[in-house]
């Protein structure tokens, strides 16, 4: 439903504040009244302490916004205000769906927004992908919407991209809700042994004890997704099976949701053999950042190479993530963003 067409949510007046403005300045200010439905609890739209409210004038300093009772008087650029407009149509769409909002969610739909993408804010937003105590996981970007639909429309989807930006905990639960909707019968999730700055030789404990560390991103996600004495029992079955990337080697495996971790740690030979391990029935994930390669020396990664080879394989999709998908603290973006003009200077400096 496109805003304009959202029940009793339209302003009532649109005036500038000198006819004569817009021939005279680029960004005339004009002032608008939205009056909401009256059933809109303002509080939920406004957030405690008016929160959010405060989110939406810090993200538009040039427009005045005063709120009276169920209205929005908006004073400022008409470009902001038409903004605004449709974000209010957004954000109670999000509520009308049975999300509440936060101060995440606002900005984020503003980026969105004001990015002039094809998809809604509210669209993105409330896509449920598996949910577990109370706690139901979605995409929080356009990037990982995009990311979230590539894979349930292709076979091998690989997501690439800086860490933070959900790569592979979203993959995690696609894989978890394949599992419930029994498209799959289990899991695999693997990962290369590679060590970053510590030998696995040089370890205590058996084979295992030096191995799980590896593999503990994965179980702390599953454990998020799925009821935690529930785990033991699915993998003792081999419902769900979290592996070293070697012990793949020789395996066929069907009807199985199989990711891939930290591919960027994977030589072209083990990216081949990883690959080919694929059956019938079921899908991979590879996730990795080829911005943090910790091999050796002379070896390529198998993700920076899959990419030269495979790129126009039909059932293959490559999903790109970058710094304005992370979804951590907001200096994991910008340290994401300033890494990233730091390699494009050295690289021009060449």
Excluded at 61 to 83: K, Q, Y
Excluded at 272 to 301: A, W
Excluded at 327 to 343: C, F, M, Q, W
Aim: charge should be negative; aromatic fraction near 4%.
């Amino acid at each position: 439903m496109p805003p304009s067409d959202h029940p009793d949510l339209r302003a009532l007046d649109a005036i500038s504040d000198d006819p004569r403005a817009a021939a005279s300045g680029p960004a005339p200010r004009v002032q608008q009244t939205i009056v909401l439905p009256d059933n809109i609890p303002m509080v939920s739209l406004l957030g405690p302490t008016d929160e959010l409210l405060r989110t939406m004038e810090r993200a538009f300093p040039r427009t005045e916004i005063l709120v009276r009772g169920n209205e929005f008087r908006l004073h400022g650029p008409a470009g902001d205000l038409e903004v605004l407009d449709r974000l209010l149509d957004e954000l109670l769409e999000i509520l009308e769906a049975g999300q509440p909002l936060n101060k995440d969610a606002v900005e984020r739909s503003i980026t969105m927004l004001r990015g002039q993408t094809r998809e809604r804010p509210a669209d993105v937003l409330t896509t449920n992908i598996v949910s577990n105590r109370g706690r139901t996981i979605r995409p929080k970007t356009l990037g990982q919407k995009h990311y979230v639909d590539a894979i349930g429309d292709n076979t091998v989807v690989f997501g690439i991209g800086p860490a933070g930006t959900g790569k592979t905990y979203l993959a995690m639960a696609k894989a978890v809700a394949a599992l419930q909707a029994k498209q799959v019968n289990r899991i695999i999730l693997t990962r290369p042994a590679v060590e970053a700055g510590e030998k696995l030789g040089f370890l205590p404990g058996t084979l295992n004890d030096k191995i799980d560390p590896y593999l503990r991103p994965l179980y702390d996600a599953l454990h998020d997704m799925i009821d935690p004495e529930s785990i033991p029992r699915l993998m003792a079955a081999g419902t769900i099976e979290v592996a070293p990337l070697a012990f793949m080697r020789g395996r066929t495996l069907n009807d199985s949701f199989i990711i891939l971790d930290e591919a960027q740690n994977t030589s072209p030979e083990q990216m081949k053999m990883f690959l080919t391990r694929l059956g019938f029935g079921s899908k991979m994930v590879v996730t990795g950042d080829t911005s943090q390669v910790d091999l050796p020396g002379g070896i390529e990664s198998g993700l920076k190479v899959v990419q030269r080879i495979l790129t126009d394989v039909d059932g293959v999709h490559f999903a790109h993530l970058d710094a304005a998908d992370v979804v951590r603290h907001r200096l994991v973006g910008e340290i994401v963003s300033a890494y990233d003009r730091y390699d494009a200077t050295k690289g021009a400096g060449r």
